[in-house]
């Protein structure tokens, strides 16, 4: 991720098709913030890359492994693809792909997790598409526009990406 790309992704997290998916539809973000939180997060020992369209080179949003915990061998991930035009055409499922794999393969994962809202079933899909099963259920966790939605969690481990390939 670029810190040039800022102003870009506070935009992006502004929109409540986004922020309703993440959880931060109550967040609002100034660009100094995002740029603040691009520069800490690898302190944290998060990894964080920018999805780019091949095509046009153009960013479409970011992908990302947080919690990394290299001694047990786990960490949570995350994903949005922040340019709505761009939804729908299986960017998200290749940059999925590429994290799998260099999760996997280069930061030597053995599970990896996901929290996803229960009305989200683009993204269910897709998780499920590549090998994530559903592992629990938070009932009710999640109030949205006077609503309540699940929260579920999702795992793949490192045997069941190597049999998804």
């Given amino acids: 991720m670029s810190i040039d790309d800022a102003e870009q992704y506070v935009e992006w997290l502004a929109d409540r098709s986004i922020s309703d ?3 931060n539809t109550v967040d609002l973000l100034s660009i100094e ?14 990894v ?15 992908c990302s492994l947080m919690k990394i915990d290299r001694i ?5 991930i995350g994903i949005f693809i922040g340019d709505e035009s761009k939804r729908g055409h299986g ?10 794999k260099y999760a996997f393969s280069f930061q030597n994962m053995h599970s990896l997790h996901l929290e ?3 009305f989200n079933q683009r993204a269910i899909q897709c998780y499920e598409k590549l090998g994530f ?4 259920t938070l009932h009710e966790a999640y109030f949205l526009d006077g609503k309540y939605y699940d929260i579920i969690f999702m795992e793949i481990l490192e045997d069941n990406y190597q049999n998804n390939l």
């Fill in 48 to 62: 964080n890359f920018a999805i780019i369209d091949k095509e046009t080179d153009e960013l479409i949003g970011n």
């Fill in 133 to 136: 099963q559903k592992v629990g």
């Fill in 72 to 76: 047990h061998r786990h960490a949570i």
């Fill in 91 to 100: 960017y998200g499922t290749d940059a999925l792909k590429l994290l799998l």
């Fill in 21 to 23: 998916n993440l959880g």
């Fill in 116 to 118: 996803v809202f229960s």
């Fill in 33 to 46: 913030q995002e740029r603040d939180w691009i520069i800490n997060a690898g302190a944290k020992g998060d």
